[in-house]
């Protein structure tokens, strides 16, 4: 199997950062021996929708708003969120993206229980909760099998940016982080540090 290729990349503008995805999704689509990577990061504030719902839905926001190839609806990305983009070739893991999006889950959930922080997953609903509280939300891109997009968890910071949409399409769902949820001293970079060890195995 590739090597597996951690970045920590500090805060990137998003269309920035999705045109590294696609250039690296396009690596691996013509060499199956190129390495996985896995982007760590944080954005500008930033609303992004799915597949399944256009910008123009979203009404009146005070950030700007991209369409993306990933599922799910829509979300928010701002700075205090963590952020990993894994570009991965799912040819050589099963060819199971359902599988694929638990990985994901449970990597976001250890990476929270090293801070103290007990996240779960619930029964039809893709993410990362604390109760009924959402600390992560996971939307994913394939193309030819090698995926792209990921994970969004909230580490630090105010979520105000929320509070303009209904986060992943789920009326009333309340967002929180690591450091609502209790964990002290979280940052973003030290919550990428944690994942690159987590996730080292994808």
């Not at 500008?44 to 993306?68: F, H, K, N």
């Not at 039809?124 to 891109?141: D, H, M, N, P, Y």
Request: with cysteine; glycine share 14%; net charge neutral.
């Amino acid at each position: 199997m590739s090597s597996l290729k951690i970045q920590w990349l500090g805060r990137v503008p998003y269309d920035a950062a999705l045109a590294m995805q696609e250039s690296l999704v396009q690596r691996k689509a013509e060499d199956p021996n190129a390495s996985d990577h896995l982007l760590l990061l944080e954005h500008e504030s930033v609303y992004t929708t799915g597949r399944t719902i256009a910008p123009g839905d979203l009404g009146e926001v005070p950030y700007p708003v991209l369409q993306t190839n990933r599922g799910g609806k829509a979300t928010y990305h701002g700075p205090g969120q963590l952020v990993g983009y894994p570009v991965l070739d799912l040819r050589r893991r099963g060819q199971d993206l359902h599988r694929y999006l638990r990985v994901l889950e449970e990597g976001v959930m250890k990476l929270s229980a090293r801070v103290g922080v007990t996240g779960c997953v619930r029964d039809g609903l893709t993410g990362v909760w604390v109760g009924e509280r959402k600390l992560a939300s996971i939307g994913v891109g394939v193309r030819r099998w090698i995926t792209m997009h990921g994970f969004a968890l909230n580490v630090c910071g105010p979520l105000d940016g929320f509070n303009h949409i209904t986060p992943c399409g789920l009326d009333g769902v309340k967002m929180t982080s690591l450091e609502l949820e209790g964990a002290t001293g979280c940052t973003v970079e030290g919550a990428a540090e944690l994942a690159a060890e987590v996730f080292a195995g994808l």
